[in-house]
């Protein structure tokens, strides 16, 4: 009776284990540090990670410690994140003032790994664009432009395997700048897309029904779920 009990219950933590429920032997049920960098122009600034993107994270790892670093500003091109930019022109535009938003950046991350571990885990979180769709000087050279910027975090952060999540812009000044919208969100899609570590979220109804450069608060709430969901996602592809 002894004997038949015990092979039941083998079989059951067997299946348990092929379901999920148990970890698998060898399985790394240690806790990690998890790294999520926020960057970009006033959308980015507007959000509070605190609202939904942070909690979804906790959720989704509540073993973990999780540091979200957000450095961003409104208004500023993507040249602003990156030295030695130049336009399809070659024209450098106010190079005095190109990459110190990256710098800035770079500062809060290593600032928020001081005592830290080394992070298990890198996700890079980019909302902007609205601010290069004004001419094709800065639109037709955007996608390059956010290439070499992922491209330079992980170079920076000797993290070759970070994941990467852009916020598509919004339709907004499409009746404007219409060949400029259309550029800068088929590069973020096109970069998105291209990159295996790497993927983007629409936020074409988060700025509600005036169709605005800014979000609503619902919207902003949104948005947070949105990367949060994403960032998830794109780990749980890599690992399976």
């Not at 970890?23 to 122009?41: H, N, W, Y």
């Not at 973990?64 to 024209?91: E, F, H, L, T």
């Not at 074409?204 to 949060?228: C, S, V």
Request: proline residues 5%.
């Amino acid at each position: 009776m002894i004997i038949s009990f015990l092979r039941a219950l083998g079989t059951a933590v067997v299946c348990l284990a092929i379901l999920g429920v148990l970890p698998a032997e060898g399985a790394d049920t240690a806790p990690k540090t998890r790294l999520f960098i926020l960057s970009g122009q006033s959308n980015m600034k507007n959000l509070n990670p605190d609202d939904t993107f942070t909690p979804a994270l906790k959720a989704a790892y509540p073993n973990d410690d999780i540091i979200v670093v957000k450095d961003a500003q409104s208004g500023n091109p993507i040249r602003r994140w990156y030295k030695d930019w130049k336009s399809a022109s070659g024209d450098p535009m106010d190079a005095g003032k190109n990459g110190r938003l990256y710098t800035r950046l770079m500062a809060a991350v290593n600032e928020a790994l001081k005592d830290k571990p080394k992070p298990d885990t890198v996700t890079f979180l980019w909302m902007q664009g609205e601010a290069d769709t004004h001419s094709a000087d800065t639109a037709n050279v955007y996608a390059d432009s956010l290439k070499w910027l992922i491209s330079r975090i992980r170079t920076d952060l000797k993290r070759p395997d970070t994941y990467v999540v852009i916020g598509r812009i919004s339709d907004f000044n499409y009746e404007e700048f219409p060949e400029g919208v259309k550029t800068v969100r088929e590069a973020e899609v096109a970069v998105a897309e291209a990159d295996p570590l790497a993927g983007w979220i629409d936020t074409d109804d988060l700025n509600g029904e005036q169709n605005g450069l800014h979000y609503t608060k619902d919207g902003y709430a949104k948005l947070g779920q949105r990367f949060a969901e994403k960032a998830i996602a794109l780990e749980k592809l890599k690992t399976r």
